[in-house]
């Protein structure tokens, strides 16, 4: 039969359409930060809903990291200032149920690595330059003896290399994306027979990016970073999606 294929209906709760309005408020700014949400009572007036709808939808603001709530408190809920704490927590939330796959979540990584190799490469102060070297050399030490050690150092590489480029955004991604990413691989690698020269490969591909960030050359760091994170990650990634991940290198 032609024409179009529609969609089962999804019942919509009462409870997500206040916490659809309240959201929307927020973000135009009609509510600011500091400010009050009406009383669970007036809510309750205002949305035409009973009390548990109203405070389910609060517990699910409050979750979200918009509003504070107090039991008790006769004031409304408390609209919160934006907080990467907050968009960490929802970033996290949505990589891990919308379905991505581990070729698309290192492909994004890829590409959220490679462009902040690039800003680094090109805004990073002396200091920051120095916390890279220092985080390289932890890793150094740690290598073949702390793995927990090693791995703390390689975080701490890639979130000065993050906050060297000053975006906000690309430093809270990249720490959602890894920790999703080691942590779906995280058997695999600890199982890996070779996982001492995986560890002295790793320290030499951050060493080749960072003479690259030294150097100011962007565009190479970014192919360095990119072909870095290929290498290690291909072999954990089903050979139909390798080819979507290779498109990215140069």
């Known amino acids: 039969m032609g024409g179009p294929r529609f969609e089962p209906v999804r019942t919509v709760r009462a409870y997500e ?7 929307e408020a927020i973000e135009s700014g009609a509510l600011s930060p500091g400010e009050r949400l009406p009383s669970e009572r007036e809510l309750m007036v205002q949305f035409s ?3 548990s709808t109203v405070r389910e939808a609060l517990r699910v ?9 107090r039991p008790g408190d006769p004031n409304g809920a408390e609209v919160l200032p934006f907080s990467p704490a907050a968009l960490h ?10 379905e991505l ?3 698309e979540l290192v492909q994004f990584r890829m590409v959220l690595d490679g462009a902040a190799v690039l800003l680094a490469a090109r805004l990073r102060t002396e200091e920051q330059l120095a916390e890279m070297g220092a985080a390289v050399a932890a890793m150094r030490a740690a290598a073949g003896t702390d793995e927990e050690a090693f791995g703390a150092a390689d975080v701490a590489f890639h979130d000065a290399v993050a906050r060297a480029g000053g975006n906000k955004l690309i430093q809270i991604c990249t720490d959602v994306v890894r920790s999703i990413v080691v942590k779906l691989i995280a058997d695999r690698i600890a199982a890996a027979p070779d996982r001492e020269e995986l560890m002295r490969r790793s320290i030499r ?3 080749e990016v960072i003479a690259a960030i030294r ?8 192919r360095l970073s990119r072909k870095a994170m290929y290498d290690y990650y291909a072999g954990y990634v089903g ?3 390798r080819s979507a991940l290779r498109a990215l290198l140069e």
């Open 17 to 23: 359409r206040v916490v659809e309005q309240v959201e």
């Open 61 to 69: 603001l409050q979750a979200r990291g918009l509003v504070r709530s």
């Open 49 to 51: 809903v009973s009390r």
């Open 239 to 241: 050979e139909g999606e």
């Open 215 to 222: 150097a100011g050359d962007g565009p190479l760091a970014a």
């Open 205 to 207: 591909h951050h060493e």
């Open 89 to 98: 927590k929802s970033m996290t939330t949505l990589a891990r149920v919308a």
């Open 101 to 103: 796959s581990l070729g």
